[in-house]
């Protein structure tokens, strides 16, 4: 009679005593939490399944086996690695966004024109650089082709003029040599504006990528970060500014 009622009332002690624990000491049990410097990523693991979450962030539900994690943040690198989880422990991640910077803008803009644009989330821009140099590429590349043609007929040109001995023939052939002449500098000089307008294209589009780098805010622009020193450019409805900002 005594192990009846003996063994009801210890096994109702002890789930007294486990609904009297915290539930942040039970929740640690299992689980995976994810936090970020500075916080606020779009965090992605993809295994096998796909979850999407916001740091900091915690996932409850159990997980096991290889993922990999990508997270995302305006204004950041994306940041990628793996982590292996166990449904059966708990597991935390922390990971540190590196931040965007105007030298490596300028340098995606200089090796192809609307790289720097595009990394800096300003898709339209880099695609009017894109397009704007490639035109003016193809201009050079245009006029090219017409100065080597050009080259050619004022080649056979002085040919024929050093060939005719007969003063009508030598007239006729100085006249047609002076017009391939005048042909040929007017092509070199066409080739030489698309050249220019390629090369300032260019330059437009690498000082735009490193001295107009986006900032956090609307309407903001800069070269600098919060501590350091350079140029800013301020791009507001009613105005914009240009200036060199020192930081003590």
């Not at 950041?76 to 690695?81: P, V």
């Not at 042909?183 to 070199?188: F, G, K």
């Not at 390629?198 to 903001?220: K, M, Y």
């Amino acid at each position: 009679m005594l192990r009846r009622t003996t063994f009801p009332a210890l096994l109702a002690l002890t789930l007294a005593a486990l609904a009297a624990l915290p539930s942040d000491v039970c929740a640690q049990t299992t689980g995976f939490v994810i936090t970020s410097q500075p916080p606020g990523a779009v965090v992605e693991l993809s295994g096998d399944i796909v979850l999407r979450g916001v740091t900091p962030w915690r996932l409850d539900r159990p997980l096991s086996g290889a993922y990999e994690v990508r997270a995302f943040k305006s204004g950041y690198e994306i940041w990628e690695g793996y982590t292996v989880l166990s449904a059966s422990r708990s597991d935390s991640l922390s990971i540190r966004m590196t931040r965007k910077t105007p030298f490596k803008a300028g340098l995606r803009s200089a090796i192809l024109p609307g790289w720097g644009q595009y990394y800096t989330g300003q898709g339209g821009k880099g695609a009017a650089f894109v397009l704007a140099e490639a035109a003016a590429l193809a201009g050079v590349l245009w006029t090219d082709a017409h100065v080597r043609e050009a080259q050619e007929d004022y080649d056979d040109a002085a040919a024929t003029y050093e060939s005719v001995d007969q003063i009508d023939e030598i007239e006729e052939a100085y006249a047609e040599l002076l017009r391939r002449h005048d042909e040929l500098n007017n092509w070199h000089e066409q080739r030489k504006r698309w050249s220019y307008a390629a090369a300032a294209i260019w330059l437009a589009n690498v000082l735009d990528a490193s001295l107009l780098f986006p900032s956090p805010g609307a309407g903001g622009y800069s070269a600098i970060d919060g501590e350091g020193t350079g140029f800013f450019a301020s791009v507001e409805p009613e105005r914009t500014a240009f200036g060199l900002a020192v930081r003590f």
